[in-house]
């Protein structure tokens, strides 16, 4: 039973020990995440995905969420609901709604989470996609990071879908949606995270927001669980370079 301890402590240390040269590197970034994969999640695992958005900002980054809503819900009370969440995990979060780019540059500034509802009061009725929002808000803030939650793990690598691509430039994916070889469910992240890029969006992670610790894992580990893009080679982390 020691033994098997000692080898759990010994691993989680390993985990740590890889993670620090992320944990330096994403030290004060902006990282605007759309939470779109909010019809797919349990209660559960929508309060393990808030907490990880939490230790995201405990290890120094500034965490964004951009959400949109289900039909029939409240969208002003489902923006306090997110915000209460992440608070239930330590950490300072607010609501803001609309796209007013001044008021979480603000939140963030004093240690906030800004949970940002596109519509406000004078487009209630509105339907403002969070996908577009979320690049907005990304350019507005001069984001690091633009991180899309979804069902789908990224681009993927073949038909059978057992496989994606870690890493994709700018070019690549370019000559990928040229050639019919992004699926129609991550489509419309991938035309928005190359935007994002083009506009001055250092990187754009597409996730499954579904996978426990996906975003943990994406940020803090070499291989990461997801599709990350960048503009070209220049754009990886001295740590990257290697592998």
């Known amino acids: 039973m020691e033994r098997m301890i000692l080898e ?18 994403f030290n004060r970034q902006v990282a605007v995440i759309e939470y779109g994969c909010r019809k797919y999640m349990s209660p559960v695992g929508e309060q393990e995905l808030m907490r990880d958005i939490a230790l995201l900002k405990t290890v120094g980054m500034k965490p964004v969420v951009v959400h ?30 609309g796209m007013d780019m001044e008021t979480p540059a603000i939140m963030l500034d004093n240690g906030y989470i800004p949970v940002i509802m596109p519509n406000d009061i004078d487009t209630e009725n509105v339907e403002i996609n969070p996908i577009d929002a979320a690049l907005d808000v990304a350019v507005g803030l001069k984001a690091d990071k633009l991180v899309y939650l979804s069902s789908h793990r990224g681009i993927w690598k073949d038909e059978a879908r057992t496989e994606v691509y870690s890493r994709l430039t700018v070019a690549q994916v370019q000559e990928m949606l040229s050639q019919g070889r992004v699926t129609e469910g991550v489509l419309s992240r991938v035309e928005r995270g190359l935007k994002a890029i083009e506009r001055g969006v ?42």
Do not use: W
């Open 8 to 25: 759990q402590v010994e691993k989680k240390a390993e985990v740590l020990t890889d993670a620090l040269p992320y944990i330096r590197d």
């Open 68 to 97: 949109g809503c289900p039909i029939g819900v409240d969208k002003f009370r489902e923006n306090k609901r997110i915000a209460k969440l992440l608070e239930l995990c330590g950490t300072k979060a607010v609501g803001i709604c």
């Open 202 to 243: 250092d990187r754009v992670n597409l996730l499954d927001g579904r996978m426990e610790h996906a975003l943990l894992l994406e940020f803090f580990s070499v291989a990461g669980v997801g599709t990350v893009m960048f503009q070209d080679e220049s754009r990886l982390y001295a740590h990257e370079k290697d592998v």
